[in-house]
């Protein structure tokens, strides 16, 4: 009670200081954005680890959810086998040190939302031989890495974006552990890693590999040079690890997928914080070849952030609209495109998991949501797909992170709180 208590005391004053109660998260294809708000503190509310007892994750009627694995270690992100097979991703990294007094404040909140154990810096793999449903095995496939979280697939090799380095491991189907030492593919940028999460995918032809590095601030009040090769994507050479930005001004892009048919690069992007509890809207977007997404210096699209110093007008009016708002620090961890095997509402649209909110009353966030999409564009209202993750005193059951389609008709879910995967089935699917 006593944390609860000075959590609560925060918010208080923060709420106090700009003057504004938190209105409806703006959601769509043209969210209405509210003016921005600064205050003393963010609102920093965090709900508590509660454990799902007896309950359930929410699916929709006729769906059915199972945990398949618990008990890991920290599970991020996970990578479909074409033999069926599951590989995860258990890490936590990052290592910025605190630069002002919010960000300690913050700290210690943040990490009251967090679950006990420490990152596994593995993979693990997961196995149904029978095709039940049951995932029986389970084996430690490489250990000893660096805080993995992106991984991909290309014929004979693993691809994992450590938090430092993207590597490799040769792989043939079936195996339940890595042949071999990883080997190095391309660093990355890691010091400070304030963002340090790599998210990674790899183009339909499997010859680039792509790599969401994150900023190293909120709006860069660690300096610009802090900055450098951060807030962005990069595209990798899979044959000689030669790399270049793809597209730049995206704050913390955390998961990157190909669209299938169009082989059209989409990411979700965390935006930054401070400006209120309906500000800066998470995204779903296209990622243009070049294109700037207006980190810092604006947000969803020509909104300028006025912080930011020095202004930089013509890089405003160069900053592209991203595709879909999500809500305001809902903290989209996960994106999948569906299959029409997941059921005809869910046939044509992307899943995205939400991790949820550290500064916003109400939370906002904690489930995975479906985005439909029309004719390769994301069109109409989210829907929740996964749900039921805050109890009712507001307390976290679990916090989603990647999302993976199995093309059977099964949605894969990662959840780093309770540490858990959890398998939800279409009708009609084992």
Known sequence: MKRRSFATGVATLALAACNEEPGAVQTGQSPNLPQPSRGLLPDMTIPRPAGWGNDMPVVPEG????AIATDLRIPRQTLL????????????????????????????IKSWGRSGVSGGNRLTVLRDADGDGVYETRRVYAEGLNAPYGLALVGGTIYVANQDALVAFDHAEGTLEAMGPPRLVA????AINHHWTKALTASAD???????????SNITER????????AMVWEIDAATGAH????????????????PDTGQL??????RDEIGPDLVPDYLTSVREGGFYGWPYSYWGNHVDERVRPQDPERVAAALTPDYSLGAHVAALGVAFSTPAMGPAFAEGAFV????SWNRTPPSGYKVVFVPFRDGRPVGEAVDFISGFLDAEGNARGRPVGVTVDPRGALIMADDLTNTIWRVTAPGVT
Do not use: C
């Not at 990052?94 to 913050?106: C, E, S, T, W």
């Not at 660093?187 to 890691?190: E, Y």
């Open 63 to 66: 769906y059915t959810i199972t």
């Open 81 to 108: 086998l074409p033999n069926g097979d599951i590989l995860v991703a258990e890490g936590s990294g990052g290592n910025a040190p605190v630069l002002r007094p919010k960000d300690f404040i913050a700290g210690i």
């Open 353 to 356: 998991g939400m991790h949820g």
């Open 223 to 230: 300096g610009w040079p802090a900055e450098e090769n951060r």
């Open 206 to 216: 499997g010859r680039f590999l792509y790599v969401g590095i994150g900023s190293n």
């Open 266 to 271: 989409w990411a979700v992007v965390n935006e």
């Open 187 to 190: 660093r990355l940028p890691s």
């Open 244 to 259: 270049r930005p793809y597209a730049t001004g995206l704050r913390n892009p955390t998961a990157l997928t190909i669209q």
